[in-house]
C-alpha cells in the first residue's frame, strides 16, 4: 500500500459528459502529480501541484483541470468526453520536489 | 515525441539467469532517472534511481548502469525471479522540470 487512495477505482461514463477523479496523498506529502496511462501507451505526465499551487504542467488538454485543496488532496476534472480519454488515470505524491513519487492505483475510465 | 523511449515492449528470461531492461533518452537536460515496477491493476511502484553524478547504483538483486554520452540506461535483475514478472517503466527527470517523463515500459516475464 503506497498510502496514495484514488477514487473511484473504476467509472463508466457518455462521451460528452463530465467527471472528477480524486486522489488523496500520503500523510505530509505536499506535492500531488496526475499521469495518464492509454492503451498500449506510458505514463504521460498531465499535472503536478505543490502545496495547492500549480507546479508543472504536461501534455494536459483544455478540457481537463485540476485543483490541489488545502488538506492537500487534489481532483482531476475532465469534461466533454471522448473515446480517446478512455485510459487509467493515476496520481503520484512526493514529500516535496523529490522526484520519487508514490503513485495511486489509479482510476480506469471507460468513455462509451 | 518521446524523449525516454523503451524499445522492448517484452522480454521473456529463465529464473535465475539476468535480465536487462533498457533505457534511451533524448533530453540532455535530464539528471535524474528512475525506474517503477507495476504489477496489474496497480499503481507503479519505485524500484531504484540514479542521478547522473553517478553512472552506477545497486539496491540487492538490482542494479542501474546509466551511460550519459550515450544517453542509455539499463536495469540489471540478478538473479531473476518470477515475481519480478511486471511492467517496468524508465522515467527520467530534469530539477527545472519536476515533472517525470516515462518511457512506454517493458513487460518482463520471468520462467520458472
Known amino acids: 500500500d503506497s498510502g496514495v487512495t484514488q477514487t473511484p477505482k473504476h467509472l463508466i461514463t457518455a462521451t460528452g459528459q463530465r467527471v472528477t477523479l480524486r486522489c488523496s496523498p500520503r500523510s505530509g506529502d505536499l506535492s500531488v502529480y496526475w499521469y495518464q496511462q492509454s492503451l498500449d501507451q506510458g505514463l504521460q505526465f498531465l499535472i503536478q501541484?505543490?502545496?495547492?499551487?500549480?507546479?508543472a504542467k504536461g501534455n494536459i488538454l483544455e478540457r481537463f483541470s485540476a485543483q490541489q485543496f488545502p488538506d492537500l488532496h487534489s481532483e482531476l476534472n475532465l469534461s466533454s468526453l471522448e473515446l480517446g480519454d478512455s485510459a487509467l488515470y493515476f496520481c503520484a505524491s512526493s514529500a516535496g520536489d523529490s522526484t520519487e513519487a508514490f503513485f495511486g492505483q489509479g482510476t480506469r475510465l471507460t468513455v462509451v | 515525441d518521446q524523449q525516454v523511449k523503451q524499445n522492448s515492449p517484452s522480454l521473456s528470461v529463465q529464473e535465475g539467469r539476468i535480465s536487462i531492461l533498457n533505457c534511451d533518452y533524448t533530453?540532455?537536460?535530464?539528471?535524474?532517472f528512475l525506474w517503477y515496477k507495476k504489477y496489474p491493476a496497480e499503481g507503479p511502484t519505485f524500484l531504484i534511481s540514479i542521478s547522473s553524478i553517478k553512472d552506477k547504483n545497486e539496491d540487492g538483486r538490482f542494479t542501474v548502469f546509466l551511460n550519459k554520452s550515450a544517453k542509455h540506461l539499463s536495469l540489471h535483475i540478478v538473479p531473476s525471479q518470477p515475481g519480478d514478472s511486471a511492467v517496468y517503466f524508465c522515467a527520467a527527470d530534469s530539477g527545472s522540470a519536476r515533472q517525470l517523463t516515462f518511457g512506454s515500459g517493458t513487460q518482463l516475464t520471468v520462467l520458472p
Open positions: 533530453n540532455s537536460m535530464f539528471d535524474y
Open positions: 501541484y505543490y502545496n495547492g499551487e500549480e507546479r
